[in-house]
């Protein structure tokens, strides 16, 4: 019943700007976070940026001062402005929430994931 659905991946050369969105649907009682991961070849899937139901973020030592996490977790929806992007951010980006469905039972999600490719 609840998915979630990323939009905004492409291809960019280094220094351009990527916004990513990711919508959640389905039946939700409440959102206690959102948040992207990414995944590059042969590495590890790797926090990005989350922000909390009460506003706070936290971000990747590597992208801080580039990426901005924004949203609304009330309406179910999360963007990602990655701007001065590197070829080390390609990865497939994920979109990741921490939610209860009406059962209350507290469940992570994920989106199937939205590439982002920057060459030099």
């Known amino acids: 019943q609840v998915q979630l659905v990323e939009s905004g991946g492409g291809l960019v050369q280094a220094g351009g700007s990527l916004r990513l969105s990711c919508a959640a649907s389905g039946s939700i009682f409440s959102v206690g976070a959102m948040g992207w991961y990414r995944q590059a070849p042969g590495k590890q899937r790797e926090l990005v940026a989350t922000?909390?139901?009460?506003?706070?973020?936290n971000y990747a030592d590597s992208v801080k001062g580039r990426f901005t996490i924004s949203g609304d977790n009330a309406k179910k929806v999360v963007y990602l402005q990655m701007n001065i992007l590197k070829p080390e951010d390609t990865a497939l980006y994920y979109c990741?929430?921490?939610?209860?469905?009406?059962?209350?039972?507290?469940?992570?999600?994920w989106g199937q994931g939205t590439q982002v490719t920057v060459s030099s």
């Open positions: 990741n929430a921490a939610l209860k469905d009406y059962t209350l039972r507290y469940r992570g999600y």
């Open positions: 922000m909390t139901s009460g506003g706070s973020t």
